[in-house]
């Protein structure tokens, strides 16, 4: 029988230190898990929900781009009929029954948010036109580069729903984009003597860093943090007539930070009421908020201390 030669004292030490080394190795501690992002589920019910709203938007989208019907009374929601004339204008403005009335409640007036009409609408249309309210709508053109140009046509739009109603003022609800603008026109072109209250949802009153397309399009631009519009609206607004209801998401992906939808000036009469469990589309779409706009727009006078106003609107 032959044995292996004897190991060298050289060998021996490099086997026993690699040994060594390999046992220190299985004793090292586990590495900590590194941090992953967690996705709640409400924040997944959230995005799920705002899939199925860019989709149905995407199919009531052409409907909305045609004027509505006139009417004699409060219209049904829905997309209008087609016609066979096409439309050539870029700025559409529609009215839905507004005969002059001598109902004490304003017309309410309706605008849309960035690459938007007024389709965006059709479930607040409906719960506001079965409490008997007389709504208007304003599409403007995706092209329009100036928020403060987009104020003016607004201005001009309430001044001829005044006369046809004979209405001294109305309400205005705006999403997104719509409500900057309708801002805008009440606190830096005097539309405060002609808008009672103003309703924003997820409008970004103080810029937001989520704009996508901000180096391209300019009233994109203008949304942003720090904008010349931003900073306009910070400056004072002594005497403002309007009073402004906000509601903000707390899961509004487009809205950073999601506060920055809040209306926050010293010199302006807010409610910011914080709605939970759903994104930047579902917004003006969803049943609860339009029950709450409708609220809102039916309780003029509410102030910060009132429980339905301020408080928590939870679409969870």
């Not at 149905?56 to 009417?71: A, K, N, S």
Request: hydrophobic share 40%; proline share 9%; with cysteine.
């Amino acid at each position: 029988m032959k044995f292996p030669p004897p190991l060298s004292p050289l060998t021996c030490f490099t086997h026993l230190t690699h040994l060594t080394h390999l046992s220190r190795l299985t004793r090292l501690p586990a590495l900590p898990r590194l941090p992953g992002p967690r996705l709640s589920s409400a924040l997944l019910g959230a995005t799920a929900l705002e899939l199925f709203v860019l989709t149905g938007r995407l199919i009531v989208y052409p409907f909305g781009l045609t004027p509505e019907r006139d009417g004699t009374g409060p219209a049904e929601a829905g997309p209008p009929a087609a016609t066979d004339t096409p439309t050539t204008t870029t700025t559409t403005t529609a009215t839905t029954a507004l005969p002059v009335t001598a109902a004490t409640t304003p017309p309410v007036v309706l605008l849309h948010g960035f690459i938007d009409n007024r389709s965006a609408f059709l479930v607040l249309r409906r719960a506001l036109t079965r409490h008997g309210r007389r709504l208007a709508s304003l599409n403007y053109s995706p092209l329009t580069r100036d928020v403060r140009a987009a104020a003016e046509l607004l201005g001009r739009h309430v001044e001829e729903i005044c006369a046809r109603t004979g209405h001294d003022r109305v309400d205005v609800v705006g999403h997104s984009l719509g409500g900057l603008i309708a801002r805008y026109y009440v606190q830096r072109l005097g539309g405060d003597r002609r808008v009672r209250t103003l309703v924003t949802l997820g409008t970004p009153h103080g810029g937001t860093a989520v704009a996508p397309g901000a180096g391209v399009h300019p009233i994109v631009r203008q949304m942003r943090g720090g904008s010349s519009v931003i900073e306009e609206l910070r400056g004072p607004a002594p005497g403002c007539r309007t009073r402004f209801v906000s509601f903000w998401s707390d899961l509004d992906q487009v809205m950073v930070p999601v506060e920055t939808a809040c209306v926050d000036h010293p010199d302006l009469d807010a409610v910011n009421v914080r709605v939970t469990g759903i994104g930047h589309l579902a917004l003006p779409v969803h049943p609860t908020v339009a029950a709450a706009v409708r609220e809102a727009l039916e309780a003029p006078e509410a102030r910060e201390d009132d429980a339905t106003a301020a408080g928590v609107t939870s679409v969870a």
